[in-house]
């Protein structure tokens, strides 16, 4: 007899009750719809920022475990994730990514979303350029107003600005000339209630950027009229030719009325005239100017500013970059355009002496901040990764000096001062041992522009090891700090 072999589906059949194979779990499964994000081209010091958005397309949740950055390049970028790191199916996880150069060059990437899901892990390439002759603006498009701002933007070093919508209404309030929401109490301020028209009384109150009159009954009005409980001038006649006073209807609109009026049984009858101010600020019955000597309506600064009138000059106050003859508003101040360093230039390899410093060695504002390329220009203010002394001017003389190795040849010393950039009064360089003053003002010509970088020629062609500069404590004003970001040598 030939015998035969059962398979195993056969012997199940054969047998009672065969259990069913168990169904395979249900898993996440993250995805992206970039396998590459590019930054475009940007100008060294000047971030980048992107958008990775993921997907969860399983069927059951995923939870994101780690997120690294690798490539050649990867300190140039950084990743900012959500609190929430489990992502429902169907649902999205957005990771927000910066690019921030500090030299010219084309960086690469890659990101890794290590996962439970699968697959396991999600990689995206990333793709940037830094060049010094970027064009920011390119590919900006200014038509998105934010709240409190209208109209079509301009673009400078690749931000927005947008004129203030004054007067509009906004969540709790209502728009300034510096596009910020007050409440609407705040509208009234500047605004004097002193000119009211006949039957009314002078003083009034203001209201939402508007004034609000008692009438005052019983008083004359017109030519020998009284006045009603309406506000009415009862019993006038004869020649009107005395109107009321221009008021503000709110705070951007004047209402001005005609020279003659027509007599009637209510008093004089003038035509009304409500115009918005060219200026678009309203106080005390007259309309902001440009000339008046103070600063209001929209202007940054007295008499500049603002888009109405002109731009402002060195050391105004400003908002937007449009708001400055210079084209750059920084840290609130016009000042000249952010300086290029040229990719050539070396700088400080070491600090060898100095003066002080506010924290030790390399604390916030300490003497070892001074290393490396500009990481606070183009700020002008007390800023933690610049050099300054222990306390505001320490009332005495300040001087720091740093060391280049290997010791450099080069046509100038750059000193990038980020806050009171008048204060230095001697720069000294060492070539070969010999030390020689290339740079000295003990009266210290005053500087208007900040940040500041002071460029001063070496006059020699040895090479450098050392520079040193000098502070008068008698530049700034006794409450203030000198700081200085870098010090470079510039071939």
């Known amino acids: 007899m030939r015998a035969i072999t059962l398979s195993g589906c056969c012997l199940c059949l054969l047998a009672a009750g065969c259990a069913k194979k ?31 958005t993921l997907t969860n397309r399983g069927a059951a949740p995923v939870t994101v475990q780690d997120v690294a950055l690798d490539g050649a390049h990867s300190t140039l970028f950084s990743v900012t994730v959500p609190a929430t790191l489990t992502v429902a199916p169907s649902a999205t996880l957005s990771l927000t990514l910066t690019y921030s150069p500090n030299a010219e060059g084309t960086h690469s990437a890659s990101l890794s979303v290590h996962n439970d899901g699968s697959p396991a892990t999600v990689t995206i390439m990333l793709a940037a350029k830094a060049s010094n002759s970027a064009d920011l603006c390119a590919g900006v498009t200014c038509d998105k107003p934010p709240a409190c701002f209208k109209g079509a933007g301009t673009c400078a070093n690749g931000t927005c600005t947008y004129k203030a919508d004054v007067g509009a209404v906004c969540t ?15 509208l009234c ?7 009211s028209s006949p039957c009314f009384k002078t003083a009034g109150t203001c209201v939402n950027g508007s004034c609000a009159y008692q009438t005052d ?67 005390n019955g007259t309309c902001a100017t440009c000339t008046d000597g103070v600063q209001n309506g929209v202007e940054t600064d007295q ?13 105004k106050r400003c908002q937007h970059n449009s708001d400055c003859t210079s084209t750059y508003c920084g840290s609130g101040r016009c000042s000249t355009p952010p ?32 290393i490396g390329a500009p990481d606070a220009y183009p700020g002008c203010d007390d ?10 001017d320490n009332n005495k003389p300040a001087f720091l000096t740093v060391g ?49 970088v002071r460029k001063v020629p070496t006059g020699t062609t040895d090479a450098i090891s050392k520079v040193r500069v000098d502070f008068a404590n008698d530049k700034v004003a006794p409450s203030s700090f000198k700081e200085i970001d870098a010090i470079g040598i510039i071939p």
């Open 172 to 186: 709790g309030g209502a728009c300034d000339a510096k596009g910020a929401c007050v409440a609407t109490t705040d």
């Open 22 to 52: 168990a169904a395979p779990a249900a898993q996440g499964n993250l995805q992206t719809d970039l396998a590459t994000i590019d930054f475009g081209t940007t100008r060294p010091g000047s971030p980048v920022q992107r958008t990775a």
């Open 189 to 195: 301020k500047g605004i004097t209630c002193n000119t």
């Open 339 to 370: 300086e290029s360093f040229p990719t050539t230039a070396v700088w400080a390899t070491g600090v060898i002496e100095f003066s002080g410093e506010y924290t030790k060695s390399p604390g916030n504002w300490s003497a070892a901040k001074v």
């Open 404 to 452: 280049f190795e290997p010791p450099t040849v080069g046509s100038q010393v750059w000193v990038v001062e980020t806050d009171n950039p008048d204060s230095v009064s001697k720069v000294t360089i060492t070539t070969a041992g010999r030390d020689a003053v290339i740079y000295t003002n003990d009266a210290a010509a005053a500087v208007t522009s900040c940040p500041f």
């Open 217 to 283: 009954i019983g008083g004359a009005c017109g030519s020998g009229g009284t006045c009603d409980a309406s506000g009415a001038c009862k019993g006038s006649s004869g020649t009107c030719a005395t109107p009321p006073s221009p008021l503000c209807v709110d705070n951007k609109t004047i209402r001005t009325y005609a020279p003659t009026g027509v007599s009637t049984d209510n008093g004089c009858a003038y035509v009304a005239t409500d115009s918005v101010c060219a200026s678009s600020s309203c106080a």
């Open 383 to 392: 800023i933690t990764t610049a050099w300054t002394t222990p306390g505001a």
């Open 303 to 315: 008499d500049c500013g603002g888009g109405f009138c002109g731009t402002c000059d060195p050391g």
